[in-house]
C-alpha cells in the first residue's frame, strides 16, 4: 500500500519564477494539506483541500495556491518566488471522517520537496 | 489561538538512558488531540504517539509514552531506552478536533533535536 508520495524530491528555482509541486495522497485519503518547514523549524501550516477546494488556508500570501484533482491528488504553485520560499514542502493526506483516533493515526506524511531558491 | 511550545532546542543524552522532551500547549478548544512525529535527516514525518484530551490514560506506544498533565497544558514525550537510531528532531503537534471533522489543521512546535551518544 503506497504512502503519500510527493514529485519532485528536490527542485532549484531563480528568484521571480515560478514553481509546481505534485502530491499523490495514501490510497484511501480524500484530504490533502501542505506545510512549509523552513531550515529549524517546525513546519508552518499553508493550506488544506477537500473535495477539490481549498477547505481552510494557514498565513500565507496568495502567491501560494493549490489545486485538488479528482483522484485527490493535489499542487501547489507558488508564483514570483522569493529567497525566503526556500524550504522543505511536505504534503500530509488523511480521510475527512471518522473518529478523532482514526483521524490521529490516519494523518500521513510525504517525505517532502526541498525548494531552493537562489 | 492554538500554540505548540518546544523550549529544548536541543539535547544530548546517553545510549540507552530514558529522555523527556519538553511540550506545552494553549487551545480555547475543549477537544483536541496532541501528537509526536520524529523527523529523521530523511524529511519524513513519522507519527510515535497520540493523546486526546479526553483520554483518562495516557498513551503509550512501545518505548514512547506520553506525559499527559491537561492542567498544566503540557503533553511531554518519554522516550524510555534510549537508541542511536532515536537521533532526529521531535516535533509537538496539536490538532482542534471540532466534532469528529478533520477540517482542522496540525499545528506544530519549533521541535527539539535529539542526539543519541555511545
Known amino acids: 500500500d503506497a504512502g503519500v508520495t510527493q514529485s519532485p524530491t528536490h527542485l532549484i528555482k531563480t528568484r521571480g519564477q515560478q514553481v509546481t509541486l505534485r502530491c499523490s495522497p495514501k490510497?484511501?485519503?480524500?484530504?490533502v494539506s501542505w506545510y512549509q518547514q523552513a531550515l529549524g523549524q517546525g513546519p508552518q501550516f499553508i493550506f488544506q483541500?477537500?473535495?477539490?477546494?481549498?477547505?481552510q488556508r494557514g498565513n500565507f500570501p496568495d502567491r501560494f495556491s493549490g489545486h485538488q484533482f479528482p483522484n485527490y491528488s493535489s499542487e501547489l504553485n507558488v508564483n514570483a518566488l522569493l529567497l525566503g520560499d526556500s524550504a522543505l514542502y511536505l504534503c500530509?493526506?488523511?480521510?475527512?471522517?471518522?473518529?478523532?483516533?482514526?483521524?490521529?493515526?490516519?494523518?500521513?506524511f510525504g517525505s517532502g520537496t526541498r525548494l531552493t531558491v537562489v | 489561538a492554538q500554540k505548540i511550545t518546544q523550549t529544548q532546542p536541543g539535547m544530548f543524552v546517553q545510549e540507552k538512558e530514558a529522555v523527556t522532551l519538553d511540550c506545552t500547549y494553549d487551545?480555547?478548544?475543549?477537544?483536541?488531540?496532541l501528537f509526536w512525529y520524529k523527523q529523521p535527516s530523511s524529511g519524513e514525518m513519522i507519527f510515535l504517539i497520540y493523546?486526546?484530551?479526553?483520554?483518562?490514560q495516557n498513551a503509550t506506544e512501545g518505548r514512547y509514552s506520553l506525559n499527559f498533565q491537561k492542567a498544566r497544558k503540557s503533553a511531554n514525550l518519554v522516550i524510555s531506552a534510549s537508541q542511536l537510531g532515536d537521533s532526529a528532531m521531535y516535533f509537538c503537534?496539536?490538532?482542534?478536533?471540532?466534532?469528529?471533522?478533520?477540517?482542522?489543521?496540525?499545528?506544530f512546535g519549533s521541535g527539539t533535536r535529539l542526539s543519541i551518544r555511545p
Open positions: 500530509a493526506s488523511s480521510l475527512s471522517d471518522g473518529t478523532a483516533v482514526q483521524l490521529a493515526y490516519g494523518y500521513t
Open positions: 490510497s484511501g485519503h480524500d484530504t
Open positions: 483541500y477537500y473535495e477539490e477546494e481549498e477547505r
Open positions: 487551545t480555547s478548544d475543549p477537544s483536541y488531540g
Open positions: 493523546q486526546g484530551s479526553y483520554d483518562q
Open positions: 503537534a496539536m490538532r482542534e478536533l471540532p466534532g469528529y471533522s478533520s477540517a482542522s489543521k496540525i499545528i
